[in-house]
């Protein structure tokens, strides 16, 4: 995981590198200053000036050096942190927009969302105090030892005692805080989920009169979370005093200990400057060991975060590109031969089982079933958005595994079912089709699609703003630049996924009216609710739990009095008795 | 609706609230009281705890020092004899005082998170319990993001503002105070040195910090946008795949990630500096003040102290050096919760700002009572559940009370209508609907038709008369009774996390289980419910996101047929269902409005058909009125929409 995340770091290496050895001079040089602070004062006598100013010109030259690393750590660090976030963003956004809809579909959006924002924003957290902290608190734990050590062996002991129960015990509380917190975050999610289930349902809340009744829920569900965080934070309370009781007992046994072995041997194995240093190292020493768990419950976190990130990164894509796929289509003639297909290897259920299908290039084909049974299944086989399980689906004669795939999905295009706009301007949507179209192009396609004349209504007509998703235009009116959008391409077939459900009658038979006059060459595939949408298709497919149950033209359908007849019938009766 | 705010916890870097920095006057005065009315005696004690801990803190320096001077010095310099009494003595005090420390600290962390937590939990029910009563304007007019953001971001802020940086800066001040006093006591002369260099520090702090902020707003902003992106670009994933968008995406991507890295840089980096430049002016003030001491030492300047005037020592200036360092310690550690404390005072200004709403004006008096009713047509109040309802009117002029039989009688004359004064979006809308008739309202969006549905159930208040029920102007009905009195089903299901059985008991708390059963069968519900892995009791969470759109519209037709009101509010669902379901829902809607008198927002030609009245809307205003057969004949828009050749929405 980490080996993972490491590749991320990049041009950045430098900083990251030169952050710990930046941090490294720091430590060193404030544990430095104490030294010749204690020799200032230890020369200075009242009778002279001259040592004060020696060690003062050499404590501000050190304390300048300091502050450069000091500096200098504190931007490396964070260019390193902020630019290894960067990168992850950046790897992780472009793993993502290489993935498959089957892949998207393993990890599902929110989830990715999250990854991408949240986990990102703990690991570069994380980072940050690893690349400052990685060396400072060893460093500062190894020195102060050392200069304990230096200054009286035995004495130093003191401290080597208690560190380790000061690391037992902060562990200890870790270990036992840990597994509560996690879970309690779940509770803490579901408190918060549940205003914003309030907010959001707060007509269904007033209608019914249920202030009073969603006030208690909520004050008995922040009442658990208070009591579980309170029980935590309880637990986690030892930290402080355990830590102060160490550093007290590290104080008074070097008090007493000290004090009597100075007497004992009237200052000639230890003397009272020594004392007072020592003191400070042993501050010193335990206030590292702080940091160092600190530390430790700081990556333990992230680590989650990073595992997470990780998953997404070394995911690989099931559905690739050839090499050197063919870059021609030829037509818009689609074969399914012997198809079966299901979304995970894993599920036991088919989505499509043995489909065989002739469609020759420019035909219109109208796909009907109930819910479930596989008509968007079967369209997103044809751009190659899913691989078939079993047999081939053929565009053009080729098995489209053989063509390139954006050549492939420039040809072949969908108009999705669960379809978006994206935040900027119409004209701007429109031209996701074709970045190059001109002006004229767009409102030819507008026209096509029956858009034209409402974006004409707008004040800004086609440079109105769409806000993100799309919630300033109506259903309907989403649902036709979706379809202007997908037409610029120009592509030789041309899927639209229940696409005109938004759509009124009318309109909607003025949209195939032009399909059939405008663009007669592309193959049209139209899944639809409403049996008026695929009435006049060359062909019909009617699917049914995953098979094709019936093919036939409207007539032939009718006449054999199956699901579509039912499905007609069921539709048109109110309106035959109505006019 | 973001799936992020549905999916995720407390955020580590977080974007400032809408309100930005903004602090208002008197939020720390308010805070204060909002924690001491409930822990004041907690908090006291905390206090104490903090001040013995400060204490033991800046003692324990000091008995090191005594235990020199008195105890050791004698012996190894002057050769005197061991003083046992003296030593023991010393030992003994600083047991006790380290060991009231390590109480004080133990107490002072595990009262404070109770304190903390309790006052988090105090807030948050404030706020949701005043949420409930504000007016739906409220929620119209405030982004939800931003109302979640108060809850989760700022509360967040204010534990961080309680737990840790306010003891941790009372602790400083305590520690800097206690200094200074001793500060004045060896010496005035360098104590004026060390003030400069506090003011020095201050003003170094204030600008390091104001730019910090300056530069972390930036981030926030560049994190907001760049997230923004990434989140939309990702929930459309599935459509950059199919417009071969991948390599385009990827340009704005870089563009955006890339500002927010600079940005991000210098925030960081602004945050990271300060503790240095901190750490070497104390360096500097180290050397200064030695310096200043020699000097004083040198021309033999009288000392001024609270131990009176005498030559400057050298023990002074050494003692007051190591007081020196502790000081520029303290202030660089309480430097760092700077930037907390405005931070949590912001957030908090945010929380009280919502606790400190309008809630929603209710001059209503009039209010639905149970009641039996005698031959003769005298309706008597009863405290049982008799199935016939009443409305209570106390008239304060002359002291009686007379009941109206609850019958759904809607009226509205001449209503003008608008959300902000100077846009109105209804006008001169009347109309009449007697019990158990069905008023359909017809029009393209925006023409008003919820609008007009937010005036009857008081969601938004207009001039006293306009609207009456049963013969009684609507202002004068309470609102919750009134809304009692008025089911809904509005366009956009909303379901609560629950199981199925507790979301149609939504509609009467006090529904047993087989009248929930009953309602979901007359809702057509009871069918796809039963098939579900655990029927009734399945756990529906995240809106019913494991259901259909068309199976969650059959569970709120089941919720609005439990609570069983004489009038129905049916604002019908545009999105495309499969037509089996469809047919399902249709039915279960044509079971619910059977003897009720009905509004229905149509998107379904059938709907209007059977109505007894159904209201054209454009712009605001009814256009044309009449039932199906008559609007047909007058072939106006009506008869336009109805042929297909307008949409529907």
Same mark, same amino acid.
């Given at each position: 995981m980490i080996k993972t995340l490491a590749k991320s770091v990049r041009e950045y290496k430098k900083p990251a590198i030169l952050s710990p050895i930046l941090v490294s001079c720091e430590v060193i040089l404030e544990c430095l200053l104490p030294f010749v602070m204690a020799s200032m004062i230890d020369e200075m006598d009242g009778t002279s000036m001259r040592p004060i100013i020696k060690y003062g010109i050499i404590l501000i030259v050190l304390a300048m050096l300091s502050l450069y690393f000091g500096y200098a750590a504190a931007s490396a660090a964070a260019t390193a942190a902020t630019g290894f976030a960067e990168n992850l963003r950046k790897d992780l956004f472009y793993k993502v927009q290489d993935y498959g809809f089957a892949d998207i579909d393993s990890f599902s959006t929110s989830s990715l969302v999250t990854r991408l924002t949240t986990d990102v924003a703990n690991v570069q957290n994380a980072f940050q105090m690893i690349i400052r902290g990685v060396v400072r608190a060893p460093l500062m734990l190894v020195f102060s030892i050392v200069m304990s050590m230096m200054i009286n062996v035995k004495m130093s002991f003191i401290f080597i005692a208690i560190m380790p129960v000061l690391g037992i015990a902060l562990f200890m509380i870790f270990k036992v805080v840990y597994p509560i917190f996690k879970r309690i975050f779940k509770k803490y999610d579901a408190l918060n989920n549940s205003v914003q289930e309030n907010v959001a349902g707060i007509r269904v809340v007033k209608s019914f009169v249920r202030e009073r009744y969603e006030a208690q829920k909520f004050n008995a569900a922040s009442e658990d979370v208070r009591a579980e965080f309170t029980r935590a934070e309880k637990i986690i309370a030892f930290n402080n005093p355990i830590m102060v009781l160490c550093m007290y %007992?590290?104080?008074?046994?070097?008090?007493?200990?000290?004090?009597? $072995?100075?007497?004992? %041997?009237?200052?000639?194995?230890?003397?009272?400057?020594?004392?007072?240093?020592? %003191?400070?190292?042993?501050v010193q020493i335990l206030m590292a060991m702080m940091v160092f768990s600190m530390m430790f419950v700081m990556c333990s976190i992230a680590s989650e975060a990073a595992n997470r990130i990780a998953e997404v990164l070394c995911h690989e894509s099931t559905l690739t590109s050839p090499e050197n796929g063919v870059t021609e289509v030829p037509d818009g003639s689609i074969t399914f031969d012997h198809v079966s297909f299901k979304y995970s290897e894993r599920s036991k259920k088919y989505a499509l089982a043995d489909i065989n299908v002739e469609i020759k290039s420019g035909e219109t084909i109208g796909i009907v079933g109930g819910t479930g049974s596989s008509k968007s299944s079967l369209i997103q086989l044809i751009p190659r958005l899913y691989d078939v399980s079993e047999g081939r689906v053929l565009v053009g004669g080729r098995d489209v595994r053989e063509y390139d795939l954006v050549k492939l999905r420039d040809e072949v295009a969908v108009v999705l079912q669960k379809n978006v706009l994206f935040a900027g301007t119409i004209k701007e949507n429109l031209r996701w089709g074709d970045p190059n179209a001109s002006d004229e192009e767009l409102e030819r396609v507008c026209k096509l699609a029956q858009a034209d004349e409402f974006i004409r209504q707008f004040p800004d007509g086609y440079d109105t703003r769409i806000e993100q998703g799309g919630t300033n235009v109506s259903g309907g009116q989403k649902q036709r630049l979706t379809i202007a959008r997908a037409l610029l391409k120009k592509p030789k077939i041309l899927i639209l996924d229940d696409s005109t459900s938004a759509v009124d009658t009318r309109t909607d038979a003025l949209i195939r009216k032009a399909f059939a006059e405008e663009i007669p060459d592309t193959t049209k595939l139209i899944i639809a609710q409403r049996m008026s949408s695929v009435e006049h298709a060359d062909k019909i497919i009617?699917?049914?739990?995953?098979?094709?149950?019936?093919?036939?033209?409207?007539?032939?359908?009718?006449?054999?009095?199956?699901?579509?007849?039912e499905t007609y019938d069921s539709q048109t009766r109110g309106r035959e008795v109505a006019s | 609706m973001s799936a992020r705010m549905m999916s995720r916890g407390p955020r580590t870097m977080r974007a400032p609230g809408p309100g930005g920095m903004g602090i208002k006057k008197g939020t720390f005065k308010r805070l204060l009281k909002f924690v001491t009315g409930k822990y004041g005696g907690r908090l006291a004690v905390v206090m104490l705890c903090v001040v013995i801990s400060a204490l033991a803190g800046m003692v324990s320096t000091m008995f090191l020092q005594q235990l020199i001077d008195d105890v050791i010095m004698p012996v190894v310099d002057k050769g005197e004899p061991f003083a046992k009494d003296t030593f023991n003595g010393l030992l003994g005090a600083m047991v006790v005082l380290y060991g009231m420390g390590v109480v004080a600290a133990f107490f002072q962390t595990r009262i404070l998170a109770v304190v903390t937590q309790g006052t988090l939990k105090a807030l948050r029910d404030d706020m949701f319990d005043k949420m409930q009563t504000l007016p739906i304007r409220y929620f119209d007019t405030h982004a939800h993001g931003d109302i979640m953001s108060t809850y989760t971001n700022d509360v967040d802020t204010v534990r961080q503002l309680i737990g840790q940086s306010i003891p941790t800066l009372i602790q400083s001040i305590l520690t800097v105070g206690t200094m200074f006093f001793m500060m004045i006591f060896y010496s005035l002369w360098m104590t004026l040195g060390v003030i400069v260099f506090l003011v020095i520090m201050s003003v170094v702090i204030k600008k390091f910090a104001g730019a910090s902020a300056k530069y972390m707003m930036a981030q926030q902003r560049a994190l907001a946008t760049c997230e923004g992106y990434m989140e939309e670009i990702l929930e459309g994933q599935k459509v950059v795949k199919v417009f071969n968008h991948e390599e385009l995406s990827k340009e704005r991507?870089?563009?955006? @990630?890339?500002?927010?890295?600079?940005?991000? &840089?210098?925030?960081?980096?602004?945050?990271?500096?300060?503790?240095?430049?901190?750490? @070497?002016?104390? @360096?500097?003030?180290?050397?200064? $003040?030695?310096?200043?001491?020699?000097?004083?030492?040198?021309?033999?300047?009288? @000392?001024?102290?609270?131990?009176?005037?005498?030559?400057?020592?050298?023990?002074?200036?050494?003692?007051? $050096?190591? *007081?020196?360092?502790?000081?520029?310690?303290?202030?660089?550690?309480?430097?760092m919760q700077v930037n907390m404390i405005a931070m949590g005072l912001a957030g908090a200004s945010r929380c009280f700002e919502l606790i400190d709403q309008e809630p929603e004006q209710d001059a209503g008096y009039v209010t639905l009572v149970n009641v039996t009713k005698d031959v003769d047509g005298t309706i008597h109040e009863s405290d049982k559940?008799?199935?016939?309802?009443?409305?209570?009117?106390?008239?304060?002029? #002359?002291? +009686?009370? %007379?009941?109206?039989?609850?019958?759904?009688?809607?009226?509205?004359?001449?209503?003008?209508?608008?959300?902000?004064?100077d846009k109105m979006v209804l006008h001169d809308i009347s109309l009449f609907a007697k019990p158990g008739e069905k008023i359909a309202f017809v029009g393209a969006t925006g023409a008003g038709k919820t609008t007009i549905t937010n005036l009857i159930n008081r969601f938004y208040d207009i001039p006293d008369g306009k609207i009456r029920y049963d013969g009684i102007n609507i202002n004068k009905i309470k609102k919750p009774d009134l809304r009692k009195a008025l089911g809904v089903v509005l366009q956009d299901v909303n379901l609560f996390t629950g199981t199925v *059985?507790?979301?149609?008991?939504?509609?009467?708390?006090?529904?047993?289980?087989?009248?929930?059963?009953?309602?979901?069968? $007359?809702?057509?519900?009871?069918?796809?419910?039963? &098939?579900?892995?655990?029927?009734?009791?399945?756990?529906? +969470?995240?809106n019913g996101a494991s259901l259909s759109q068309g199976q969650r519209q059959l569970i709120s037709i089941a919720r609005a047929a439990v609570a069983n009101p004489p009038i129905m509010i049916l604002d019908e669902a545009t999105s495309s269902i499969d037509t089996r379901t469809e047919a399902m829902v249709q039915e279960g809607m044509d079971n619910l409005m059977k003897g009720r008198t009905v509004f229905v927002i149509a998107h379904r030609l059938s709907t209007v058909r059977n109505?007894?009245?159904? *209201?054209?809307?454009?712009?605001?205003?009814?256009?044309? &009125?009449?039932?199906?057969?008559?609007?047909?004949?007058?072939?106006?828009?009506?008869?336009?929409?109805?042929?297909?050749?307008?949409?529907? #929405?």
């Open positions: %007992t590290a104080m008074f046994l070097v008090s007493f200990l000290g004090a009597k $072995l100075i007497i004992n %041997t009237r200052g000639s194995e230890f003397t009272t400057g020594e004392l007072s240093s020592l %003191t400070a190292y042993g009617v699917l049914d739990g995953g098979k094709i149950a019936e093919v036939g033209t409207h007539e032939e359908l009718m006449a054999a009095g199956g699901i579509y007849r | 991507f870089d563009e955006l @990630n890339e500002e927010l890295f600079n940005h991000g &840089r210098l925030a960081n980096k602004y945050g990271n500096i300060l503790m240095p430049i901190l750490h @070497n002016l104390g @360096n500097i003030m180290y050397v200064a $003040l030695a310096v200043l001491g020699g000097l004083l030492i040198t021309f033999h300047v009288p @000392n001024i102290g609270l131990r009176g005037v005498k030559p400057v020592e050298v023990g002074v200036v050494i003692t007051f $050096l190591g *007081m020196c360092r502790h000081l520029a310690q303290t202030v660089g550690q309480s430097s559940l008799t199935g016939l309802w009443a409305w209570k009117h106390p008239h304060t002029a #002359d002291g +009686t009370i %007379t009941y109206t039989e609850l019958k759904g009688d809607c009226v509205l004359e001449h209503v003008d209508f608008g959300y902000t004064e *059985m507790d979301n149609i008991r939504y509609g009467r708390l006090d529904a047993t289980d087989e009248e929930c059963i009953q309602a979901a069968k $007359l809702a057509n519900a009871d069918d796809f419910i039963t &098939r579900l892995p655990d029927g009734y009791d399945t756990m529906l +969470t995240g109505s007894d009245a159904i *209201m054209v809307l454009d712009h605001g205003k009814i256009i044309e &009125r009449g039932n199906h057969d008559d609007l047909i004949a007058q072939k106006g828009t009506y008869y336009k929409l109805y042929t297909g050749a307008f949409e529907l #929405d």
